[in-house]
């Protein structure tokens, strides 16, 4: 017998049974095509009555509480061919006059004449005073036609909140009772169908002057919805077109007292108003107005990002002086991962200046949730880290840091901007230009738009000022146009001062550049993921000058157009990464890409129990160019980049803390001292505080040289 035959007589013999299995797979088949089919086909009509209810509505915003009509408009202007509506939606309760049948929680939609556009059957006729429209299903579920009587009850809309202590509870107080009458019967269909919720049930609707309507309850062009039939979001627009009375609040100064308040119509603030007004206060102005006995603040990071306590120690350290105070902070005790993290966080505070360290918190940490007592590993780092503040406190606590020769903007104009988005770019970019000239030894300050108008680039000497700010006023630009023409250095990033306080466009400082960027996008800094960095190339044009011979730009490009700067490097597009041009005495650079962005994340932080590796020397270079062309100064010099050296003077000394961010040990390292300045008498102090058996030390007019034999400064070393 062949397979063939074997194969047919199977079939023949077991026919019975395997028409049964054929039939219950097709009766299954079908089944499931069917459900399938079924689901599609409700899903289908769903959709579409979701969209018939909505018209040619793409976006609509109704808020917990009343904002003034005309936003609709002001967001108009913001947004080219804006049609946003303003309207006011309710729920309500009907009565019929003639029946006394009630029909609860019914659809109150106040709105105006431009409406009906949103709809294809447009049948809404004009409303006024007491007229209202109702759908059919509203007709029909209250018994009542046109020319009929009802009787509307709907909230008063209260400014205090009814959950509140002093919300009005009377029934005559907490809602509204109008008579009106029945203008006509629109179909469930159309702008009668109007509902922003899905669901099968026809809406209850009642249409309604919303100018009458709000009249009526007191609140005179008010309105709490806003719907738009454009595709693109009005969010962004939004955000610039709102106010604060908008959102009915408003600030009181009390300057007898010397603070001022944030208020609320409804006498309390909801949770998401607290949450806003309890945003970071603006360091630099809480300083100027001795807001605090002491600035301080803490950190929630991994030891990884230690060196991040420099550049806060430097913006506290900035933020104080502006009101002669001292500064302090929490150095958080349960974040440890490198064996001197603590370490690194503690000695980097009071390297720069701080006076007061709080080891938050001590105690276990299932009784206090950020209690460190049950973390062992990090007593040692801490009882490292004081018992080297106690060998030199003598020195350490009267020293004071000098003032810097370089200076970064600390953006004040742009954040308000920026709405509650993640933080910018250019925000970001900070972080990276810091680390890279603090590792090339330039003493750091920080400034704001106040202290630029004051005219502190000139009252401190700074000889080059680094901008990344999108926003700056034209008083602040103006003061940095003089500033550059008599001799600064000044270095600008992407869309850098192409805007004042209120976001106009402003060209004082870019029409300098001899060079333009074009438009720049303000983009968010976490978008810019991992797998998300482009790594494309930066050509050098111009190693001389940089002191590189390549870079790398990972996240946003704006390419330059230079218009009579020299270009010293190029993207891959062929326009310029970077250009300068000299005005007056002095000069400015401008950058097509994010240098410091590329610092500070190409890096390898894989070993979480080791400081980073692998600082880049060419974007360092690139970084620092500025301030090396400017001849800007060091307080001290370091034979080895990467090991910052901070200088605090007093009467009793000088006090230079070693930082080495490298993470690897340093055999042998040379510290060059400028002691110009520096009080009689000190040199002696200090010859008799860094005199051992591994430091040679060696003076001259101004300036002591201490040179290490075989020293490890692998932690933060107190001279």
Known sequence: MNPRTLILRSLWHYRRSGAVVALGVALATTVIAGSLVIGDSVTGSLRDTALARLGSMHHALVAPGLFRADLADRLNAKQKGGQALAALLLRGTARNTDTDAVLPNISVVGVDDHFNALFNVSNLPKLTDREIAVNVAFARDLGVKTGDAILLTVDSMNAVPADTLFARRKREEATRALRLEIAAVLPNTGVGGFALTSGTKAPRNLFISREWLAQSLNKSDMANAIVTPQDASPQPSLSTACSLDDMGLRITRHPEAGYISLESRGYVLNAAQVDAAMGAPDWFDFGRKKGVSAMWTEDWFSDQYSQQWSLYSDLLRCAAREGNIEFG??????????PDGAKYKVMSLVGHGGKAVDSYTFGPSPVFSD?????????????DAFTLIAKGEKVLYPGRPRTGTVA??????????DG???????????????????????????????????????????ATLYVTSPNLSNKAQTAIANWVKAGGTLALFPGACMADEYNEPLTTLTSLMGASWGTVKREDAVTWLFENLQRQPVTVTDQKRTGATADLYLVQAAGLTPAGAASLATLPDGKSAMVETAQGKGRIFAYGYWPGYTYETELDRFDKTRLPQGWRKDTRSIITTPARLA??????????????????DSDAGIAVTLLNWSGEPIKSLTVSLNLTQVPAGVKEKLMTAIAGKKLKVETADDRVLLCGQAVTVMKGELL
Not at 332 to 338: K, Y
Not at 371 to 383: A, L, Q
Not at 408 to 417: N, T, V
């Open 371 to 383: 209690g460190w007592s049950d973390n062992p590993k990090v007593y040692k780092p801490y009882s």
């Open 329 to 338: 902070a929490y150095v958080i005790g349960t974040i440890g991962t490198v």
């Open 408 to 417: 970064i903007l600390m953006p004040q104009a742009s954040q308000p901007w």
């Open 420 to 462: 509650s988005a993640p933080t910018k770019l250019y925000m970001r970019e900070i972080y990276g230009l810091y680390d890279a000239l603090i590792h090339a030894q330039y003493p750091m300050d920080f400034v704001d738009d106040t202290d630029v108008e004051e005219g502190k680039l000139e009252k401190f000497g700074y």
């Open 631 to 648: 001849g800007a100064k060091r307080h001290v010099e370091i034979s080895e980049q990467l090991v910052e050296g901070t200088v605090l």
